[in-house]
C-alpha cells in the first residue's frame, strides 16, 4: 500500500498507537504488568490519559492488541519462511515459547483476565495504516488477514491435514482446543513448579502433535 494512499489521519494515529505498544513492552521488559501505570506510560510516550483511553478502552485491551500485533508478525514471517503444516505449527510454538520467556507477567495476566471475564474478549483491530507501518516494504500487505493465535493454529492444522501431514481423522476444532489447553496448562505448572516455560511447553506440544 502506498503511503501516500493513507490519509494523514490514518498515519498520525497508526504511529501513536504502535508507539503506546512499543513503549508498554519496553517498560514490560523491566517490570510485572500490574506494576505497569497508565499514568507513567502516557508520560512516557507523551500523551493524556484521556488519548490512550481511546485507543484502549480498558487497560488490558493493551495486551489483546500486543498479542494480536504478536499473532500478525507471525503470520508474515510464516509467509517469508513458505513456512507450512506441521512445521508452521511448531515454528508458531516455538515463538510462543519466546513470548512467554520474555514477557510472562503479559501471558500470565492474559490468563487470568480471561478466566475472570465475563465475556469473551474483543481484540483491539489492527488498521491497514499500522499493517503499512509494521511492513512498510511487503506489497500488498494491508490485505493480509489478521488472524488470532487460534485461528493461526487452525489455518496451519488444515493445512497439515491437507499435505496428509496428519492422517487421523479428528475435528480440527478439537485439534485447536487440545494444543491451548496444553499451552495453558505448560504455563501454569511452569510457573508453579518455577521452571522455563519454552521447554515444558515443547515438550508438551510435540507430544501433542504426535497424537494428531
Not at 474483543?122 to 488470532?148: C, D, R, Y
Not at 491451548?180 to 501433542?208: C, D, F
Amino acid at each position: 500500500m502506498a503511503n501516500s494512499e493513507i490519509s494523514l489521519r490514518e498515519r498520525k494515529s497508526a504511529k501513536l498507537k504502535l508507539l503506546i505498544l512499543s513503549t508498554a513492552k519496553t517498560e514490560l521488559q523491566k517490570s510485572n504488568f500490574q506494576d505497569l501505570h497508565v499514568t507513567n506510560l502516557c508520560e512516557k510516550v507523551g500523551i493524556s490519559k484521556v488519548t490512550f483511553f481511546r485507543y484502549f478502552p480498558q487497560k488490558e485491551d493493551l495486551l489483546l492488541y500486543f498479542l494480536r500485533v504478536w499473532s500478525f508478525e507471525i503470520s508474515m514471517e510464516l509467509l517469508s519462511n513458505e513456512t507450512k503444516g506441521i512445521k508452521a505449527v511448531k515454528y508458531i510454538f516455538d515463538r510462543y515459547g519466546d513470548l512467554c520467556e520474555n514477557y510472562s507477567s503479559v501471558i500470565l495476566h492474559l490468563i487470568k483476565y480471561h478466566a475472570v471475564s465475563p465475556t469473551v474478549l474483543k481484540p483491539i483491530s489492527i488498521k491497514k495504516a499500522e499493517k503499512h507501518l509494521l511492513f512498510p516494504n511487503h506489497e500488498g500487505v494491508q490485505h493480509m488477514e489478521v488472524l488470532a493465535f487460534d485461528k493461526l493454529l487452525e489455518k496451519y492444522i488444515l493445512e497439515a491435514i491437507f499435505q496428509t501431514e496428519i492422517t487421523k481423522s479428528s475435528n480440527v476444532s478439537d485439534m485447536v482446543s487440545m494444543l491451548l489447553t496444553t499451552t495453558y496448562g505448560s504455563i501454569l505448572v511452569a510457573k508453579m513448579k518455577q521452571i522455563p516455560v519454552k521447554g515444558m511447553l515443547k515438550k508438551n506440544i510435540n507430544s501433542v502433535l504426535e497424537t494428531f
